[in-house]
């Protein structure tokens, strides 16, 4: 019946009405004006007194504000304007409530924001599957021991695997090695992936320019081909659209470029570019060893059918064949083990993540206590309030709508300022992530986080805002709430006591939080106070690399590696310098078998194959315990002596002197063609154990063979500097230029040695940041839980005005007030306290299995963080109950 | 109330009356409703509590349109007058009203005739 036109015509007239709001009521009343003149007229003329047809007149006209009032319903846009109406009244009132409604908003975005970052981390990281396609089907394959552990399978043995291959659709076997990538500045080390058949058929992943090996390239004899990952296209080859065809120079070869990988194609994740594996099957004498099970990858990828565990069971069935036919090297290693390729990515990280998932829930517990406390508070002291407006004639239901919009209004500030301030949050952690936090660059705030905020949002409204504000200003108080309530002190029974447990339950929960902040603190101090076994201090390193077409035999090798020592060690301010292949805490090194006369060979007597240059000992202030370490003279001509640490000497003379006892050690550079030969030693010296691996892994055993002994192909140049007018860095980067300039790119030559101190904290910083950001949530609960304490014990005191104003009167003592809102005050937080004590023996017992680094629960943290609290919680509770004392009880009388 | 209340306008039908009413020339509130008053021979009183909002509604749907006038004595007034949509919408009310009429009447009529 009516046209858009029409509709349009009346929305612009209710418009106009709209604004002219004022004149058209004044409009209306000159109109009634003049009808009830005419209306007394026609009165008087039909004999009426003039006082008896006015008042005629104003009677049968009646309440010319309902006229206007009736009149304004068809102006107006009906529910639409109710609600505007009730939303300028919310934020009216809101206004008038500065600290109530900051407060609400402050927490719920606190929150909001917490929750959201962190789910947006674990739903990135530990949730979604990889980014390769149908990622849920890959694994890392590995050899599965009889304790249980794990080690790297060689190649051999894969090529025995994937024959046999039940539950599998492809294996791929993965070599790594450092390359040299010749660049216009200079040289530049990057990880090289040498790839077995079928590699990248297995990932299912095209590439994002050119192509991937066809099968000829992948022969022995193909032609030697490259593919790039898509970030060391950008950063070295500026994103050249024309790579595909150029050459590129790796080491001595110079492979053609055909292809580059998407961004995110990172297996395995050191990978910068990738090779076929036939490139290096020739002279790469590793391949060929069984017991090789450094510096490769095995992936496999299931079939459809099956799970990593069934095919673990089919596995192993192989591998235990395997190992019955190559005892020597395979002894107990009797089983296979499939790992999902995303838990051996995101594995180790997911309990310290899971546990930062669980300290938000507690946050988020915690402020929603606060809110329903805040709320509850709220709707009580507005309970005479609305029961005026009911009284003057409001609706129930729009005084009901009142409260919700309030609520909503806050929530709606809350929750946008939560998203905000998550935005800014994982923008920072992506940041700050430390680099090997895996995926870390695939966090983002997406919608998936958004629709959480908005459930969470939601929930917590209706939960924590609308149920206990409605409950508290129900209408059924009626006439009753407007008179008694405020002698009550704070509302009844049920709800003080209700208010009470919330409070202690908040505290629990922070104190729960913070012991777990405290002990992971300790955990990370102990492991920062932990000695290494050497002197970190003033040390500083250089990773060498030298090209392999120049240094590739082992001569040429050691002679550059002792030019480069007897070049620094003679520039001044250098105290000494040496050079080793692996050196702590890198986390890197190579194992070496070790056999004893007359002891049985077990696969487990491993110790660490170090190849180490004269001065080692001096440089790192290495501990002797016996015996002597290399000399000059070991250095130009090696004997069979060797040094092992003391660790090695417990293990197989506990109760002798290791001194002078002999041992079989086997060749370990992969490189050479004399790798896994046996080597007959002496024991020339004990030296003290060092931590490898870095503070938080127990030292491990070790065997030190003079560097001539076996010239690594790579290593580390490692420089004492004199405390007092250390050489720069640049001065020493340049000493190494000048002895072979192929060693540094110019461009980094600067910054390239590190400090040794800089290393341990960066080994240190996924820990620290785990713990900054738990250490943030922790001071969050605390605040929260003040807060609360501060909101319960105020309203208290409000409430009980003049309760406190009569006892002020009859000559109460300061004293004796603060003590009584005290006391009311604290006994919640200190029931609260001791039930987060109970709570946190429970929770630390579980948390034990999970986070296997922190410390048992000391006293002295409990202790601490108890008095924390205590602390908090009496200041919270103190400042509203100094407001008490001063009560005027002359107007906390007339209050009433 | 008072005792002496005269019958009440049929709900929905004071729009159509005033649409009638003025479908003879502007008038003021006050004449319109004096007008549907004498009429009906005092039988439809409207109230004025009805007949302003009505007006209004009736203002807003843009049946009729308003303006002040001077009185011929001089005195200022709203004056209504209706709408091409008005005189639209009286046409459509008159006959559904007496489409009404006709089937109120022949349900009452056997009974009258008895």
Request: charged fraction near 20%; aromatic fraction near 6%.
């Amino acid at each position: 019946m009516t046209s858009p036109a029409e509709l349009f015509a009346t929305l612009v007239r209710r418009a106009s009405a709209q604004t002219h709001r004022h004149r058209r009521a004044a409009e209306l009343d000159d109109e009634l004006a003049f009808h009830a003149e005419l209306l007394e007229r026609e009165l008087r003329s039909r004999g009426m007194s003039e006082r008896d047809a006015r008042d005629a007149a104003h009677r049968q006209i009646g309440n010319r504000t309902r006229i206007q009032e009736d009149s304004w319903d068809s102006w107006s846009f009906g529910a639409l304007d109710d609600t505007l109406r009730q939303l300028r009244m919310a934020i009216r009132t809101a206004r008038k409530s500065v600290g109530y409604s900051l407060t609400v908003v402050l927490t719920l975005a606190l929150g909001i924001s917490a929750t959201v970052t962190i789910f947006s981390v674990l739903d990135h990281v530990l949730m979604r599957p990889l980014s390769y396609p149908h990622a849920d089907q890959l694994v890392a394959l590995y050899e599965h021991g009889a304790e249980g552990n794990q080690r790297l399978v060689s190649y051999p043995t894969l090529l025995d695997w994937s024959k046999s291959s039940a539950g599998f659709s492809a294996m791929s076997y993965v070599r790594g090695d450092n390359v040299s990538l010749a660049l216009p500045d200079g040289p530049e080390a990057v990880g090289c992936a040498y790839v077995s058949q079928g590699f990248f058929s297995l990932m299912e992943t095209r590439p994002e320019l050119g192509r991937t090996f066809v099968p000829e390239e992948e022969l022995q004899s193909g032609a030697d081909a490259v593919v790039l990952s898509y970030d060391l296209w950008v950063k070295y080859f500026n994103s050249d659209p024309h790579i595909v065809g150029r050459v590129v120079s790796l080491d001595s070869a110079a492979p053609t470029v055909i292809g580059v990988m998407p961004p995110g194609f990172a297996y395995p994740d050191w990978a910068q570019l990738w090779r076929p594996l036939g490139q290096i099957l020739g002279r790469d004498t590793a391949l060929q060893h069984r017991d090789h099970h450094v510096d490769s990858r095995a992936i496999g990828r299931l079939s459809a059918t099956t799970n990593a565990a069934s095919a673990s069971r089919a596995l192993s069935s192989v591998q235990q064949r395997v190992a019955l036919s190559y005892p020597e090297f395979e002894g107990k290693w009797t089983g296979a083990v499939a790992v999902p390729l995303k838990t051996e990515i995101v594995g180790y990280i997911k309990p310290a993540l899971w546990a930062l998932g669980g300290a938000v829930a507690l946050i988020l517990l915690i402020a929603c206590v606060n809110l329903a406390n805040l709320s509850a508070v709220r709707g009580t002291s507005r309970g005479r309030e609305m029961a005026v407006r009911l009284a003057l004639g409001a609706s129930g239901a729009q005084v009901s709508l009142q409260l919700i919009v309030e609520t909503l209004i806050l929530a709606l500030a809350g929750a946008a300022l939560g998203v905000l301030a998550a935005r800014s949050a994982v923008a920072w952690l992506r940041a700050t992530a430390p680099f090997d936090l895996p995926r870390a660059d695939e966090i983002s705030l997406d919608s998936r986080a958004l629709l959480v905020a908005v459930l969470l949002t939601g929930v917590i409204t209706i939960l924590f805002g609308v149920v206990p504000a409605l409950r508290a200003a129900a209408p059924g108080g009626g006439i009753g709430t407007l008179l008694g309530r405020r002698s009550a002190a704070g509302g009844t029974r049920a709800q003080t006591r209700l208010r009470g447990i919330l409070t202690g339950a908040q505290f629990s929960l922070a104190l729960v939080l913070l012991v777990g902040a405290g002990l992971l603190l300790q955990s990370y101090r102990r492991l920062q106070a932990v000695d290494l076994g050497f002197d970190t201090s003033n040390l500083f390193t250089l990773w060498i690399h030298p090209p392999k077409n120049k240094y590739a035999d082992a001569g040429s090798a050691l002679d550059l590696y002792s030019r480069l020592v007897e070049r620094v060690r003679s520039m001044p301010g250098v105290e000494e310098a040496a050079f080793v292949n692996f050196m702590p805490p890198g986390g890197a090194g190579v194992p070496t078998r070790v056999e004893i006369p007359g002891r049985p060979v077990s696969s487990d007597d491993d110790a660490l194959y170090v190849t180490a240059s004269e001065g080692y000992l001096r440089a790192m202030r290495l501990r002797l315990a016996r015996g002597r370490w290399f000399t000059e003279s070991d250095m130009r001509s090696p004997g069979d002596g060797v040094v092992i640490s003391e660790s090695v000497a417990k293990r197989y003379w506990p109760d002798a002197d290791a001194l002078g006892k002999s041992l079989t050690i086997f060749r370990s550079s992969q490189v050479r063609p004399n790798f896994g030969q046996a080597v007959p030693s002496t024991v020339i010296g004990v030296v003290g154990d060092m931590r490898q691996y870095g503070p938080a892994n127990e030292p491990a055993p070790a065997v030190y063979v003079p560097m001539s002994a076996e010239p690594w192909a790579w290593g580390t140049l490692v420089v004492r500097k004199r405390a007092i007018g250390p050489a720069t860095n640049l001065a020493l980067a340049t000493a190494v230029q000048e002895v072979e300039p192929a060693l540094l790119s110019r461009q980094h030559a600067a910054d390239d040695f590190g400090a040794v101190t800089k290393s341990l904290s960066s080994m240190l910083s996924p820990r620290r940041y785990i713990l900054s950001l738990l250490g943030a949530f922790s001071i969050c609960a605390l605040a929260l839980a003040a807060v609360g304490i501060y909101g319960v014990t105020s309203y208290a005191v409000a409430q009980r005005t003049q309760e406190l104003g009569i006892r002020r009167a009859l000559g109460a003592a300061e004293g004796e007030i603060v003590r009584t809102v005290l006391v009311r005050g604290m006994v919640p937080a200190l029931a609260g306290c001791a039930i987060g004590v109970g709570l946190t023996f429970l929770i630390v017992r579980y948390v034990k299995h999970v986070l296997t680094d922190i410390s048992a629960l000391d006293p002295m943290v409990l202790i601490t963080i108890s008095a924390l609290l205590f602390a908090v919680g009496l200041v919270a509770a103190w400042l509203p109950a100094r407001r008490a004392t001063r009560i005027d009880p002359l107007i906390a009388l007339r209050a009433e | 109330m008072p005792a002496d209340r005269k019958d009440e306008i049929l709900p929905g039908t004071l729009e159509m009356l005033v649409l009638k009413t003025l479908s003879l020339g502007a008038l003021h509130g006050y004449g319109i409703a004096q007008h549907i008053r004498q009429l009906s021979k005092e039988v439809l009183q409207v109230e004025e509590g009805s007949l302003y909002p009505a007006l209004q509604r009736m203002e807003l749907k843009g049946l009729v349109s308003a303006e002040w006038k001077l009185t011929p004595t001089k005195r200022r007034a709203r004056y209504y007058k209706l709408t091409p949509a008005g005189r639209k919408q009286l046409g459509v009310e008159q006959s559904s009203f007496a489409r009404l009429v006709e089937a109120i009447s022949s349900v009452m009529q056997p009974e009258n005739q008895e």
